[in-house]
């Protein structure tokens, strides 16, 4: 199947019988280094002790004849053993016969003190020479040989049962770490089939952490902040349906039966004209309701992206003094601080304050006033707007920047003020808090100190 190409099973499992393959083989290697070096020892030392012999029986006879026919007494029984014995370039010694020995005594092999490897007559021999002296010729040339195929037939057929070995520990590592692997892929598997039940109602499906793997807790973990990162987003979509619809369906309820009046019999000109403006009144609430739910669902989805300049603040706020002071009647208004700088959207800025400082002059009684200060506190521009009043109820605090509240359910306005506010500080990297009682209610905004500030 194509997917074995990708499968992490197979890829393990051959990886595993190619490291026990090389294990092995080193191994085997070893061994059979050792084992050859060991039998080389054992051959060195009968070949020494061979050499000893020849030295003591030549030695201690006077003649050559003498000498051949008590070293052939001596060697009788030691198969394998191949001697030659030269002296004043005479052959004086042939063993077991001159047919098996001359090609020994024709190989020139060198003095050395180690015995060498030798092939002859198509069979493989260690060999070693050596000088003597003897009473009855002078320095004689000894060479003397093993058959050292026993050995090597040895070797030979342990490095097969070996090799089978190899081939044998390979498969079985293989068959062995594909088990392995599938079983500790089971809970891979489980994270599969827990994701294979999630869906956008079931969001609340989550990975038990507590038995997972080391290797996997990461991935777990993860995984469940994702879904748990989806539930709240379709929790919020959900939310903002329903709220929308609900919002929605009073101004077209409205607009719909103001229609279904205005059609029941016929009606003069002027009381057309009044039904229209009344609709077109309904329609630029639907209009301003619309933008700003387009205007917070983009803040919600990380799409709000200001501009960044210097944006004095105390300046901002007496424009939008100027602007808002017309509906202020009665009410004194004060603007108070320095000239503090963030880095942000002039025109941003500018709705967020303004929909403070409006809402603080609905909110004000005549007699009363609103502040405004821009200070500096803890590294932090902070911009605080209050205003005298009905304070508001501390259960309701929790929830004021959220989206369609209003603490007058029938009073104007579509509760997207606050949460519209909200998102402009937040995407000015800032936050925003509210704090109301004995008869005053603030609004503070703290903005990172990131501009420099005009003298």
Not at 223 to 228: D, P, T
Request: overall charge negative; aromatic content about 6%; glycine content about 10%.
């Amino acid at each position: 199947m194509p997917g074995w190409r990708y499968s992490i099973t197979l890829r393990l499992s051959l990886a595993f019988a190619l490291l026990a393959t090389l294990v092995f083989a080193a191994l085997g290697l070893y061994f059979s280094r050792a084992a050859d070096d060991h039998m080389a020892e054992l051959d060195a030392h009968d070949l020494f002790g061979k050499l000893a012999l020849i030295g003591h029986v030549g030695a201690q006879e006077e003649t050559a004849e003498a000498f051949a026919a008590r070293l052939g007494d001596a060697l009788i029984g030691q198969n394998g053993v191949i001697a030659t014995v030269d002296a004043q370039k005479k052959a004086v010694f042939r063993w077991p016969s001159a047919e098996l020995a001359d090609p020994l005594a024709a190989a020139g092999v060198a003095l050395s003190q180690r015995p060498i490897r030798q092939t002859l007559g198509g069979a493989e021999y260690r060999v070693i020479a050596a000088d003597m002296e003897t009473p009855w010729g002078g320095t004689a040339h000894v060479v003397v040989g093993r058959d050292i195929r026993h050995h090597t037939d040895f070797l030979d057929q342990l490095q097969q049962d070996f090799w089978l070995a190899i081939v044998a520990a390979a498969l079985l590592t293989a068959v062995v770490g594909a088990l392995i692997v599938r079983s500790g892929m089971h809970p891979v598997r489980d994270i599969a089939r827990a994701a294979g039940r999630i869906s956008a109602g079931q969001l609340a499906e989550r990975i038990p952490e507590q038995d997972v793997p080391t290797e996997l807790a990461e991935l777990v973990h993860a995984f469940n902040a994702m879904l748990g990162r989806l539930e709240e987003s379709f929790k919020r979509l959900s939310d903002f349906s329903a709220d929308l619809a609900h919002e929605l369906r009073t101004p077209i309820h409205s607009l719909r039966m103001q229609t279904e009046v205005s059609l029941g019999k016929a009606r003069s000109v002027n009381e057309y004209h009044d039904l229209l403006a009344s609709n077109l009144e309904e329609y630029e609430r639907l209009s301003r309701m619309i933008a700003d739910m387009l205007f917070l669902a983009k803040a919600e989805h990380g799409l709000l992206v200001p501009q960044k300049a210097a944006v004095p603040l105390l300046d901002l706020c007496r424009r939008l003094v100027d602007y808002y002071g017309i509906l202020a009647d009665d009410i004194a208004i004060e603007v108070l601080g320095e000239n503090l700088v963030v880095q942000g959207d002039s025109l941003m800025l500018e709705r967020a304050i303004g929909n403070l400082l409006s809402n603080a002059i609905r909110h004000t009684p005549a007699g009363g006033g609103v502040g405004l200060s821009v200070r500096q506190r803890d590294g932090k521009v902070v911009l605080s707007i209050a205003n005298t009043g009905q304070p508001i109820p501390a259960e309701a605090l929790h929830g004021i920047f959220d989206r369609f509240v209003r603490l007058n359910p029938g009073g104007e306005g579509s509760g997207l003020g606050l949460a519209i506010v909200k998102s402009i500080v937040m995407a000015h990297g800032g936050v925003v808090s509210a704090t109301s009682g004995d008869s005053m209610t603030e609004f503070v905004i703290e903005f990172p100190d990131k501009g420099d500030h005009p003298a």
